[in-house]
């Protein structure tokens, strides 16, 4: 396995995320080059199994995503596609940067099981702290930081075993699970923080104990089934008060906007087809406390 990491890319100002919508510095991605659904592992791919994968449309429309955040100065780091790791494109999964760590998943699905290993070359080459789950299950689309405050999706993905040594490696924060209904893949498909006040959520897949939690912490902008479809919780925060989400999603971008949110409207209708859309498909390194 190779990594393709040029001299000017290179991790110069070190790692550390503490929220999931302070300024983004630095994020690892991967093109889509070899996305395609062969055995349908989601719900959402099960509808497009038969139509499949544009690979050159994909590949157009995650160009036009990493130029977009280079233009906002995020550095972005390439992994290197492989041709036998069909869902690369979402390295949200592999990893997690909570403060000045990251945590290596152990993936789910065998499907995505080797992915994680380009990250830890990239984690050695720059001398980064990072430690792997070794009990259990857990990918990083189930994990949503907010400060001390780690909420985990319990899902088809990530297992009981996998919170609680994600919570033994993190012994200064507060890990709690949330339950997600089995159909719906991570908990960034249903659930998403875009500020200190103001969270996405799609209630179809949360029982009331849950819901109820949250909206203690967080007021609730619900998202409909069809946009959840279509992935309207999954948008990406570059900064705070700043989103980028898809033109599709009217609804949600609409009560984004109404809140006060700048939304950057990304074509990104192909990837989604593999069931992930912006927040899946960035793994971010750095986010800054300051601008």
Known sequence: MSVVLKEEEKMNEGIGCESEFDPLKKVVVCSPAYMRIEEAINETQKKYI???IDINQACKQHHGFVKL??????????????????????????????????????????VREGEEKLLQEILEQENASWEKVCKGTIEGGDVIVDGDQVWVGLSDRTNNDGV???QALLPGHNVTAVPIKEEYLHLDCVFNILSPEYALVFPGALRKEEYDMLSR??????VDEHEQF?????VLSIAPGKIISLPHNKKVNEKMREKGFEVIEVEFSEVIKSGGS??????????????
């Open 164 to 166: 609680a040594n994600l």
């Open 69 to 110: 955040m280079r233009k906002h100065n995020i550095e972005v780091i390439e992994l290197e596609p492989e041709e036998s790791f069909h869902e690369q494109v979402f390295t949200r999964d592999i990893g997690i940067c909570i403060g000045e760590k990251v945590i290596v998943s152990n993936m789910g699905n065998e």
């Open 278 to 291: 912006f927040r899946c498909c960035t793994m971010p390194l750095r986010r800054s406390t300051s601008q």
């Open 217 to 222: 912490q967080y007021k609730l902008i619900e």
């Open 230 to 234: 279509t992935m309207g919780v999954n």
């Open 50 to 52: 038969d139509e499949n």
